[in-house]
């Protein structure tokens, strides 16, 4: 009965090989018969074998010798959140800086008719120029009268700096001693009480943001008041062995500064210790405010230059006028560095 068995099983395995024969023999005289372009287009198809299973075999051994189907789920998906992560922090860096600049304010003069009538607030074209310079967009920030009888606004100073990535405090009008707690010894130095105000707001409400600020000259001197400093109001009354600091050549007068010990701005300088810069002001830096740092002198009167907030990643004061320092100008510091470091710190804080 064995031997039966197995002779048939060997019949029929023969069978089916001669099946196989003939379909193949089959296909080829069909080949001949239309020629040798046909013949060249024919493909034999596969004959399904047990070895189909072997593709899934395959593919299942690549999640065991690896990792399962929900860890590829979980690697493919964090790739492409890191993908778009990775785009959004270059949209982010990439965006154009806006960068805001306080308002000089023009007073209306009593009797003036026209534009003197009015209170015009006004942007120094070589600031706006010398910030514009980094490809920046340059924004002046006016002050804002919630109670105003004609068109009241619910816009703080806290929406400009939410929205502007740095502040920068143009030069003008004295600080009014009264600002510091003191009284204005001559009428021509009573200085902008209302302007004061609105640039203090402005001040704090960019610091408390964490977004970098630069003031120039006044701007350097109210960053000291702002903090419970004071200031002379008359260099050349209460200071008489100082160097003049003022004079009728206004931005072609300068004088030399020197970089305190370890100051940051030296830093920008390597190795420089000294240099040249305008000075237009009467007025400069008394006593400092609290965690205001000096970071340079005029070495001759030792009259304050420059100073630093130490509780903020940048806020600096310069007594002196970068926008009015050109490029490539040999006699005077030219200021780039400093300016790239604000606007590098405006980036920065954009995270």
């Known amino acids: 009965m064995p031997d039966e068995k197995n002779k048939q099983e060997s019949a029929g395995a023969e069978a089916a090989d001669a099946a196989q024969t003939s379909v193949v023999d089959t296909a080829a005289v069909a080949n001949q018969s239309q020629g040798p372009t046909a013949s060249a287009a024919v493909v034999q198809a596969p ?16 999640y065991q010798n690896g990792e399962s189907p929900w860890r590829t789920l979980v690697r493919v998906v964090s790739a492409r959140l890191r993908a778009t992560s990775l785009r959004t922090a270059k949209g982010i860096t990439h965006r154009t800086l806006k960068i805001g600049v306080s308002a ?20 120094e074209e070589s600031i706006a120029q010398w910030v514009m310079a980094r490809d920046v967009m340059v924004f002046m920030i006016p002050s804002v009268n919630t109670n ?3 068109r009241p606004s619910s816009i703080r100073l806290r929406d400009y700096a939410r929205h502007l990535d740095g502040l920068v405090l143009q030069g003008g009008a004295d600080v009014a001693p009264q600002t510091y ?83 940051t701005l030296a830093q920008l300088f390597p190795p420089l210790l000294t240099a040249k810069v305008n000075s ?19 070495p001759a009167d030792n009259i304050v230059e420059a100073i630093r907030y130490q509780k903020a990643k940048f806020v600096v004061g310069l007594q ?25 710190a405006a980036r920065e804080t954009r995270f």
């Open 320 to 344: 002196w006028h970068p926008e009015f320092h050109l490029t490539g100008q040999s006699d005077l510091l030219d200021c780039t560095p400093i300016l790239d470091s604000f606007l590098r």
């Open 47 to 62: 004959i399904p074998t047990s070895n189909s299973t072997a593709g899934l075999q395959d593919h299942q051994a690549s």
């Open 148 to 150: 105003g009888l004609i």
């Open 181 to 263: 707690s003191q009284q204005s010894t001559r009428p021509e130095w009573s200085g902008d009480r209302t302007r004061d105000m609105y640039e203090l707001e402005l001040l704090h409400e960019f610091i408390e943001a964490d977004k970098p600020l630069l003031g120039i000259c006044r701007g350097c001197q109210l960053l000291n008041v702002a903090f419970g400093g004071s200031l002379y109001q008359d260099i050349a009354t209460e200071v008489p062995n100082a160097i003049a600091h003022v004079n009728d050549l206004y931005d072609q007068h300068g004088h030399e500064l020197q970089f305190t010990a370890q100051s």
């Open 104 to 123: 000089r304010i023009f007073h209306p003069q009593a009797g003036a008719k026209g534009l003197s009538s009015k209170t015009l607030q006004y942007l």
């Open 280 to 298: 237009i002001h009467h007025q400069s830096i008394k006593n400092l405010g609290r965690d205001i740092r000096i970071e340079a002198i005029s």
